[in-house]
């Protein structure tokens, strides 16, 4: 029903729901001004139910952005701890190779993140929380510490591996073990002073005689390049390895020579047999081992000396 200017909302129950003859009528009178008002409001209505759905959703993918950035933190924290741990290590053995101490790092004095927000905090403060975490990430990424760690670390192995690579490389040029491939055999004559088996004089041995049975294999003591092979009347059959600018060995009285002049040999390569060509009273190779020109004592460079039979050191 219609009236002017009002309009009247009559709501009746069911019938058949109802019980006995009664039934209710409910009456609702509006101004017809409502009917202008109306889409409007339905309008306001539904913007702010989807302004709340989406902050809702935003609220929720802020969570879940700070949980995210909240674990790589912890992460970076945990692998920050430990690259402070491999540097220490490091440190150790810089000090051992006698490197010094590694090169400053900045090491972080707080942790890197604050924590997400809880449930029972509201939309603004995820929000400030959310906004702050992305500014610690923006000033560590230009001054981040596990970085700084990193290539601190990497600087430092670096310069330990080229290190270990210079001492690998200068050991394998460094004559450090018997020139003879057998069990079987001894010193018959050391280095330094002695009396000559031919002239009974006094001389100086200027190498160490290995003696041992012939045919026995000589091999070179070091990596390096073959300076020299030849033969004469003292050390009969010989050959000379260059093996630095340092190092040079040479071996005498041999049966045979496997090698020649400008190849390239490593360390326990077999260059010739074992003889007794030359000025020699028995099977043995004649070394020697020179250090920047010098003429030193081999003994005290042959690292695999124990198995050694020492019959002479000193006439």
């Known amino acids: 029903?219609?009236?002017?200017?009002?309009?009247?909302?009559?709501?009746?129950?069911?019938?058949?729901?109802?019980?006995?003859?009664?039934?209710?009528?409910?009456?609702?009178?509006?101004?017809?001004?409502?009917?202008?008002?109306?889409?409007p409001l339905i309008i306001l209505l539904l913007f702010f139910a989807a302004d709340g759905a989406w902050s809702i959703r935003?609220?929720?993918?802020?969570?879940?952005?700070?949980?995210?950035?909240?674990?790589?933190?912890?992460?970076?924290?945990?692998?920050?701890?430990?690259?402070?741990?491999?540097?220490?290590?490091?440190?150790?053995?810089?000090?051992?190779?006698?490197l010094g101490a590694c090169s400053s790092i900045i090491e972080s004095v707080e942790p890197f993140g604050r924590g997400g927000t809880g449930p029972e905090e509201n939309i603004v403060q995820a929000s400030t929380n959310f906004i702050n975490e992305q500014n610690t990430l923006q000033n560590i990424e230009i001054n981040d510490p596990l970085l700084n760690q990193v290539d601190a670390l990497k600087n430092n192995v670096n310069e330990v591996f080229i290190l270990l690579s210079n001492m690998t490389e200068?050991?394998?040029?460094?004559?450090?073990?018997?020139?003879?491939?057998?069990?079987?055999?001894?010193?018959?004559?050391?280095?330094?002073?002695?009396?000559?088996?031919f002239t009974g004089l006094r001389q100086f041995h200027y190498g160490l005689d290995i003696s041992g049975k012939e045919g026995t294999d000589i091999i070179s003591t070091a990596d390096g390049r073959i300076?020299?092979?030849?033969?004469?009347?003292?050390?009969?059959?010989?050959?000379?390895?260059?093996?630095?600018?340092?190092?040079s060995t040479t071996y005498?009285?041999?049966?045979?020579?496997?090698?020649?002049?400008?190849?390239?040999?490593?360390?326990?390569?077999?260059?010739?047999?074992?003889?007794?060509?030359?000025?020699?009273?028995?099977?043995h190779v004649h070394y020697v081992v020179t250090v920047n020109g010098k003429r030193v004592n081999p003994y005290d460079y042959i690292l695999n000396r124990k198995r050694i039979n020492i019959a002479s050191l000193v006439y």
């Open 58 to 98: 935003n609220n929720l993918y802020i969570k879940s952005k700070i949980s995210n950035i909240e674990t790589e933190l912890t992460s970076r924290q945990s692998l920050l701890s430990q690259a402070s741990e491999n540097r220490k290590e490091l440190g150790l053995i810089r000090d051992f190779l006698g």
């Open 170 to 197: 200068k050991l394998n040029h460094k004559p450090t073990v018997m020139p003879v491939k057998s069990k079987n055999l001894w010193i018959s004559s050391s280095f330094g002073w002695r009396k000559s088996p």
């Open 1 to 39: 029903m219609i009236k002017k200017n009002l309009i009247t909302l009559m709501i009746q129950s069911d019938p058949q729901r109802t019980t006995g003859n009664y039934s209710s009528i409910i009456k609702l009178t509006f101004s017809k001004r409502i009917i202008y008002y109306l889409p």
């Open 252 to 283: 005498g009285h041999l049966l045979k020579i496997n090698v020649t002049k400008g190849m390239k040999v490593a360390r326990g390569d077999v260059i010739g047999l074992m003889g007794s060509t030359g000025l020699s009273t028995g099977n």
């Open 227 to 247: 300076e020299k092979t030849g033969s004469n009347r003292f050390i009969g059959n010989y050959i000379k390895v260059k093996h630095d600018e340092t190092y």
